[in-house]
């Protein structure tokens, strides 16, 4: 059923930064920011069918040089209503809110030179056409494309409810489904090699970073154009490149500190001479909530010849009491670390992690062996390592 899981996916799911999504109903007059240098204006329009509140609330995100988000700048337009902005950018992928900070009714643009008009109905953002720029031109065409292959997608998902699991028919139909989704990921490819000058580009690349080879990865983001690589997500590929080197099987596990459940501070360093699992997971990850029944069965199996684990949340500060609440309601007895940074954590991104679950074998002298074993294939691994 491994292939089956693929049908979960819809242009819904997709990478917030990726979905393209639209708006039309009623005409709001222009948006200008600038900056200092390379002056940027831009004019938002757009025509929203089914709005009841004019309003348009924009979130800005920056990031610092170790891929750190700053805060984030939020900006309430309405007609008639003219603004400004300081950027060291050409063009940012920005996220919008229709009708107010409530509002659930949410959709991506790109901010750059020029004027974006914003075209759809309220209640279809995801086709929504968002042109007038090069960026947004882009991204509007490319998901036209993308989002037709999508919409069959779902057509056969209906499809194979109806279809006995197990079946000739079954097998068929989830066979055209994954063919759907090689083509999708086949045309993005596609398009990052042919349309190196695109910020789509540097979106797609972006959220196959985790996915690709480490060398087709890299391949991939020479070949991106200048400007498209001091976007934020072709710096953050930058990043994720040399941290997935940095940690790549063969290499010493890097060094790290962080802090118990007590508020102890626990290192890497402590747990050498043992193999150790480096498992990265969240309370909220249902996939990594479910491997620790296995990673119970490994730890008591093997902890007495020279095995532990070491397990690192992402959850953030708000998530302290819940992250804690797993822990017991898990069962979980071996070490347990987070600096409640989220995604933001300086260890995650070290170690390159995203998305979750993740986790690195790493050996008594600190080498790193193996990464990304599920429970089977790591049971596996220990035990040629252990039971010899």
Known sequence: MGNILRLLITPQTMNVFTRLIFATAVLLPSVVYSQQNNRIKFQVKYNIRGMVNDSLVIFINDYDQDGLRLKTDTIITSPGKELSVKANWRSKLVWAQLGGLRSRKSFSFFIENGKIDIKGDIDSLDNLSITGTPANNDQTASRRITNDIYNRIKL????????????????????LINSKFDSIQAYELSYIKRRPNSMVSATYLYVKQDKLPVDELEELYNNLGPEVKKSDFGMTVKNKIKARRFVA?????????????????????DFRGKYVLLEFWANWCVPCRQQSPHLIELHK???DKGFTILQYSIDDKTAEKKWKEAIRKDGLQWTQISDLAGFDSKVAKLYAVQPIPD???????????????????????LNRLLNN
């Open 249 to 269: 099987v063969g290499n010493k596990a890097p060094e790290f500190s962080s802090t118990d459940t007590s508020g102890n501070t626990v290192r890497l360093s």
């Open 156 to 175: 056969l998902r209906l499809q194979l409810k109806n279809t006995t699991e197990g079946s000739d028919e079954f097998k068929r139909v989830s066979n």
């Open 301 to 303: 199996k093997y902890s």
């Open 359 to 381: 986790n690195f074998l790493i050996d008594p002298n600190g080498v790193i062996i193996a990464r990304g074993l599920e429970a089977k294939e790591l049971g596996e691994k």
